[in-house]
């Protein structure tokens, strides 16, 4: 029972509820009126804790504590606060499918569903008798999708969440968390559907190739948590961990689960909280403490920043060349290397961004005081 209490996922969105529920610098329980069952508008909404983000061409959502979701047509520079949203604790995850069709996930087991791009939303399941969140959802499409959550909890539906059951993704008996549920449009199974992965506790990866219904475990022989992955090719896959670990699978076989692995550092020791391919074909990642990370398989090196900032970023997505949009602790912020690398260089900068690109490094370690 005591790895349920501390475990890293599980404290992370209690540490945040609580945090900006009491500091009045950001954003308080203050501003909202909870007897309603709604959350409220409030001014300070995009400087909230975001914990998710996710864009469908040109618009983005994001949510957050206090049922906060947040819409933007401008690549962050303006957002515009959901009109009505039946949730006031702590979202975790949002996925858009169209346009029009949206879900979130957060504590006490709820899903949320928008058709209308997130400027209003209905509760779709809950569960306010057991106390736990889930963690990640992904819609294949606008029928069939999976949540995955706090101690080994997940469900499925092929309706488009008017049904929701149960599936069982592991049967470990300490009921791990699972962190984050995503596919590969790249990896097929043999019966021709995209093949789910499921990334959680203890370095448990979990494969699913009938669309959720059943699962099958690879043994990464890690042991810390794992947050999020993607999928890089038809054989290839990065999971991201704690500690700057990038573990990068390479399957010889993926409907046997056949693969070798190899656990890349990235000169850090910040948890590692969301990747995104680039359009150049590169990866960038966010992590904790101010993290930015750029992955360049084909040249095996990675250029990483911690920004002077040093907030926890969430999310991140590409705006464009060289531009990024981080999510995470007192809202949103762009982001460039190039920039991050002039103050670092520039002795007479007062910026507190760190900047280091090495080569692909296979033992763990860190070159210098990041402080």
Not at 139 to 160: E, P, Q
Request: hydrophobic content about 35%; charged content about 20%; overall charge negative.
């Amino acid at each position: 029972m005591l790895h349920k209490i501390l475990n890293p996922m599980y404290v992370l969105f209690t540490l945040i509820s609580f945090f900006f529920t009491f500091s009045g610098s950001i954003i308080s329980a203050s501003d909202f009126n909870y007897d309603t069952g709604l959350a409220l508008k409030s001014n300070l909404a995009d400087k909230a804790t975001i914990t998710s983000m996710h864009a469908y061409n040109d618009r983005i959502v994001a949510v957050g504590v206090h049922g906060i979701v947040l819409s933007s047509e401008d690549f962050g520079k303006t957002w515009i606060q959901a009109e009505k949203v039946p949730f006031t604790n702590t979202l975790t995850d949002v996925q858009c499918v169209s346009e029009s069709q949206c879900w979130a996930t957060g504590h006490d087991m709820t899903i949320l569903h928008s058709v209308d791009g997130g400027k209003n939303w209905s509760v779709q399941y809950d569960d306010i008798d057991f106390d736990a969140p889930f963690l990640s959802i992904h819609m294949v499409d606008y029928l069939n999708g999976i949540v995955v959550g706090a101690f080994g909890k997940s469900m499925i539906t092929n309706d488009g969440g008017e049904n929701w059951t149960s599936t069982v993704v592991t049967d470990d008996p300490y009921e791990p968390h699972l962190n984050s549920v995503y596919s590969s449009y790249r990896m097929k199974s043999e019966n021709g559907t995209n093949l789910m992965f499921v990334a959680g506790e203890i370095g448990q990866v979990h494969i699913s190739n009938d669309q959720g219904k059943s699962w099958n475990m690879v043994d990464t022989e890690y042991f810390g948590s794992l947050w999020g992955g993607i999928s890089v090719d038809d054989k290839r896959k990065l999971l991201l961990g704690m500690a700057g670990k990038i573990l990068y699978l390479k399957f010889s076989n993926e409907a046997s689960g056949e693969f070798s692995l190899d656990t890349l550092f990235a000169g850090i020791k910040n948890s590692l909280t969301d990747i995104k391919r680039l359009n150049n074909g590169n990866y960038i990642i966010s992590g904790n403490g101010g993290v930015v990370t750029i992955l360049d398989l084909e040249n095996e090196t990675t250029e990483t920043c911690i920004r002077g900032d040093r907030l926890s970023n969430t999310s991140v997505i590409e705006i464009s060349n060289d531009k990024y949009l981080l999510s995470g602790e007192k809202g949103f912020r762009t982001h460039s290397m190039s920039e991050c690398q002039s103050n670092f260089e520039d002795k007479n900068s007062i910026s507190k961004d760190m900047w280091m690109k090495s080569k692909f490094q296979y033992e763990e370690w860190v070159p210098y005081d990041w402080q």
